[in-house]
């Protein structure tokens, strides 16, 4: 089974609209929502949930103020600054750690589990799919990307459907890495401006750590034609094909508000605009489903 990923560097660059349309073009895949802190796609594909279960955070530590005689031992050990004067624990600066209950003379800490999450399957329009919700300022959001592939990849499984098609989080930390470790190929969607392109570079270094091949697509690329330019000269010196460049349109916002891909948007609008910001999709869909399925396993961790 093939897995592509497709992230950003950052959000609102149209990841996301872009996953949807490929998912609306692709004939047998399952969809993995991992961008766990503010999940998009639904909004797009209204799935109609088949069930779910709940995700389990790092552990906090709790103090049973019955035992705790304030000797200061775990506070003085706790690296994460957790425990306050009175000795009770900020459970969001917990990391769980273990080193207080371990420290604790009197046995006064516990290590309490945290709920922080779910991760849910669903069926939509263009096939099953998994997605995470992390809850309101939990943290450990790469674990729950990991679980979200998981379950996508259990689907793929029991429907005999390929490739997985990753919607990535934002940025280029631990969730990211999650959401694009093993995968045959990662899209980076970037915009033509200077934070773009200091995001770019980010996500390119860590594609290229992981030795993940990887294409860049420009989007909104008629805002700076200079920083376009920049972007496919340091692709080329980086060995990154730039497989489409998409203009600056409304026509993803309209789509979205009638819950529908470009693709769909562009087939039932019947304006020539929006016809042809849907054919460059196509055309980069095209490019990346033969990336995907051509590429020998040998050559993986070249850039194709
Ligand atoms: S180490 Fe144990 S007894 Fe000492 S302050 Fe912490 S919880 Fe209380
Ligand atoms: S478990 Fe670790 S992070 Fe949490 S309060 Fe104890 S020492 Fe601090």
């Known amino acids: 089974m093939k897995q592509l990923a497709v992230i950003s560097g950052k959000g609102g660059s149209g990841k996301t609209t ?8 692709a004939k047998n895949a399952v969809l993995a929502d991992c961008d766990v802190d503010a999940a998009d796609m639904p909004l797009i594909l209204k799935p109609e949930l088949l069930g779910g279960e709940d995700y389990f955070g790092l552990p906090f530590a709790s103090i049973n103020p019955e035992l705790c005689t304030k000797c200061g031992r775990c506070r003085d050990l ?13 459970t969001y600066s917990c990391e769980g750690c273990a080193v207080c209950t371990v420290a604790c003379p009197e046995n006064a800490i516990s290590l309490e589990t945290r709920f ?10 263009f096939g099953p799919m998994a997605a995470g919700a992390l809850g309101i300022g939990e943290d450990a959001s790469g674990k729950l990307v990991a679980l979200v592939r998981k379950r996508a990849q259990e689907l ?3 429907n005999s459907r390929d490739p997985v098609i990753i919607d990535g989080p934002p940025g280029a930390g631990c969730p990211v890495i999650a959401a694009i470790a093993g995968t045959d190929l990662v899209l980076l969607v970037c915009e033509p401006t200077v934070s773009g392109i200091h995001d770019l570079k980010r996500v390119i270094e860590l594609t290229a750590h992981f ?9 909104k690329c008629d805002i700076n034609e200079e920083n376009c330019l920049k972007i496919e000269e340091f692709c080329t010196e980086s060995g990154i094909p730039v497989i489409g460049r998409l203009p ?6 309209k789509a979205m508000l009638r819950e529908e891909t470009v693709i769909e948007y562009a087939v039932r609008e019947e304006s020539s605009k929006a016809r042809e910001f849907a054919d460059s999709i196509r055309k980069i869909w095209g490019q990346l489903e033969s990336r995907l399925f051509e590429v020998p396993v040998k050559d993986r ?4």
Not at 18 to 25: I, Q, R
Not at 78 to 89: D, H, K, M, T
Not at 248 to 253: E, F, G, L, R, S
């Open 301 to 304: 961790g070249k850039n194709p």
């Open 156 to 158: 793929a499984e029991a």
């Open 18 to 25: 872009l996953t949807a349309a490929f998912a609306s073009l």
């Open 116 to 125: 922080s999450g779910q991760v849910v399957s669903s069926k939509t329009r």
């Open 248 to 253: 600056y349109d409304d026509i993803a916002t």
């Open 211 to 219: 030795r993940i091949p990887a294409v860049v697509c420009i989007n």
């Open 78 to 90: 706790c690296r994460y600054g957790a425990i306050s004067e009175n000795f009770v624990i900020n």
